[in-house]
Structures are given as structure tokens and as C-alpha cells.
């Protein structure tokens, strides 16, 4: 892992804490004996990346949506009312939740290296690393949006949020019409992890189904 320039608090990302060298050495040993293979962590890791580790994020959206006390504590102190549902972050990082509507599209960026919120979104993208995601995302917003699919109206503002190690962005996206009669766990399964980080948008029950 090569080092940054930048101030130490930026280091944390390209260190791996005492569990995670752990974790690669014996996933280094093991593939190396052919015990396990390379694919099969894939496989675990996607999983990580998109289904378990997002959904802590998704639980809090879904919560926002159908409790209105809840999305005003989350947008006055995500942190907090994060927290409440028992996901915090390693380092004790402050949340801040941005939610989108009908004027404002959010997209969260970690320029600097690649903060990211472990605690409600998992494991970060490869994407998410990526210097032409980090540098663009900043710089054409409205075209990075449309790579991955996601094409606003001309009048919709986009604000991009640039995460460090002690502030990380959570999306809200905005609820999906259809959604009306499901419960806070059905909710969950409209919200994506892209949706959460502003690539995407949460998913109209039909597109679930």
C-alpha cells in the first residue's frame, strides 16, 4: 500500500488494522496452499461489499422514510441517531446524513484518500478508491452519474460532499413512489449501497420485484 502525503489523519485507510493483517495473511496463506479459492473470497467480499454490510445504511433510510422524528434526528445529529440502532464506527468518526429531493442530488467523494462509512455501508467499492472516480466525481459529477446510469433533470443540482477521516456522508435517497404500504424492512430492500454514496437511487418496487 503505497503512503500519502496528506495529513496523518488520512493514513488510517492505508493501514490495516491488527484483525484485517490477520485476516489477509491467513487468506494469503490459504490460497497459496490451495486450501480455498481466490474466487470463493470474491464471492464472500461482494457480499460484504453489497448485501450485509449496506444494509446497516439501508435499515437507517428505511427508518428515515417512514419515521419522520427519525429523518429530522438524522438530519440534525446522524451520528446520534445512527448510533441509536447500534451501528457506530471504528474510529468513532462523526456521521452526517444529506438527503436528496426534488432540487438537490448528493454525492459523496473521499478526495483525499478513501474515507468511507465502514458502519453503514460495509466494505468500499473498488470504484470508490479509484483516483478517476475520486478526481471526476468532484470535477463532472453530472457525467460520472450518467456512467453509472443515473441521468437527472437539467434543473436537479448536484452537491458533491468530499468525506475525511473524521466526517462521513450517508445519501438518504428519496423514497420511491409505490412504496407506500411496505414495512421498514421491505423499505430496506429498495435502498442500494450506491444509492447511499449518490451513484444511484433507491430501487421503485417493481424494479425489486
Known sequence: MHMHDHDDDHHHDNHFSPMEAR????????????????????????????????????????????????????????????????????????MRAVFNDGETHNLVVCTLCSCYPWSVLGLPPVWYKAPAYRARAVMDPRGVLEEFGVTLPADRKIRVWDS??????????????????????????????????????????????
Not at 474466487?39 to 427508518?63: F, L, S, W
Not at 421498514?184 to 420485484?209: F, H, K, N, W
Open 23 to 94: 485476516v489477509r495473511a491467513l487468506e494469503t496463506i490459504l490460497t497459496e496452499k490451495g486450501l480455498i479459492d481466490p474466487e470463493a473470497i470474491d464471492v464472500i467480499v461482494e457480499t460484504y461489499e453489497t448485501k450485509i454490510g449496506p444494509r446497516n445504511g439501508a435499515r437507517v433510510v428505511a427508518k428515515a422514510w417512514a419515521e419522520p422524528d427519525f429523518a429530522a434526528w438524522l438530519k440534525q445529529d446522524a451520528t446520534a441517531a445512527i448510533a441509536s440502532l447500534g451501528y457506530t464506527g471504528r474510529q468513532g468518526e462523526h
Open 164 to 209: 475525511t477521516a473524521e466526517l462521513r456522508y450517508l445519501v438518504v435517497p428519496e423514497r420511491p413512489a409505490g412504496s407506500e404500504g411496505l414495512d421498514q424492512e421491505a423499505l430496506a430492500d429498495l435502498v442500494t449501497r450506491d444509492a447511499m454514496i449518490g451513484t444511484g437511487l433507491a430501487l421503485s418496487p417493481e424494479a425489486r420485484a
